[in-house]
């Protein structure tokens, strides 16, 4: 991957109508440990700083501020259908088919689901964490989309952003119960397990018969590449976020 300030997913490119981008954290405003494109962490940056790289990574994209929305991300399994712009509380997904509405989500070793189904003009994002991912927030949202009238498995398209991959997602038996054995290798503290969340999604959109080829996965990982991504595994309190957006435009 070179150095560049947002990202795109090959899979998305035959849509001409869709914008779907994921930031890094270069060509920002902010500073120290938040350099540079934080696009969250308002508690510990400087949120004027925040906001002028949130502003300058819509203007890229051609979209406006006006017409973005955030899930609040409590890690949960809550998923809203949305036809306005704004902050929606306790929400980890969001579901909309009105153009020229932006859906956007913030990470720093979560992984960014972004769907879109052309037939019935209807783009997704979920924020997909551990936590959430074990309350079956992906099965649920799919549940949603299929549920709307002429949607079929066939017409989801997927991409799955940089996240905290297998070789650096240490967890313990709390964490590691949780999940099938086909995701889990061995840790060198017995006490642990390595977890691939990542390919434990692609099984999850498998199990709903999604074609293969239009499931695409970046194996990019935020804490192993301090200069492209924040990670807060890595960072901790310090740690800025990226930001992803999809949405139709009119």
């Not at 579901?95 to 913030?106: E, P, R």
């Not at 964490?175 to 977890?195: A, G, I, M, R």
């Not at 970046?218 to 807060?232: L, P």
Request: contains cysteine; glycine residues 6%.
């Amino acid at each position: 991957m070179t150095d560049r300030e947002y990202i795109t997913f090959p899979i998305f490119d035959q849509f001409k109508e869709l914008t779907c981008a994921f930031s890094t954290r270069l060509g920002g405003y902010s500073r120290d440990s938040f350099a540079s494109l934080n696009m969250g962490n308002l508690k510990l940056d400087d949120p004027d700083l925040v906001y002028q790289n949130r502003r300058l990574f819509y203007t890229k994209l051609g979209i406006k501020e006006s017409s973005v929305a955030l899930p609040d991300q409590i890690h949960s399994d809550n998923i809203e259908c949305i036809h306005t712009p704004g902050i929606f509380k306790e929400t980890d997904a969001l579901i909309t088919s009105h153009a020229g509405l932006f859906l956007g989500v913030q990470t720093a070793d979560c992984f960014p689901v972004f769907i879109y189904t052309p037939k019935i003009h209807t783009v997704v994002i979920i924020h997909a964490g551990w936590r959430g991912v074990v309350q079956d927030i992906v099965p649920k949202t799919v549940n949603i989309i299929l549920s709307k009238a002429g949607s079929d498995p066939s017409d989801l398209f997927i991409s799955i952003g940089p996240g905290l991959q297998k070789e650096c997602f240490e967890v313990r038996s709390d964490v590691f119960s949780l999940f099938p054995e086909n995701v889990l290798s061995v840790h060198p503290d017995p006490e642990k397990k390595y977890l691939d969340l990542s390919t434990y999604l692609v099984q999850q959109f498998l199990s709903f018969n999604i074609p293969t080829e239009q499931i695409f996965r970046m194996k990019d990982c935020t804490k192993c590449n301090q200069r492209q991504y924040y990670s807060y595994r890595r960072d901790g309190e310090k740690s800025g976020r990226m930001m992803g957006i999809i949405g139709i435009h009119p």
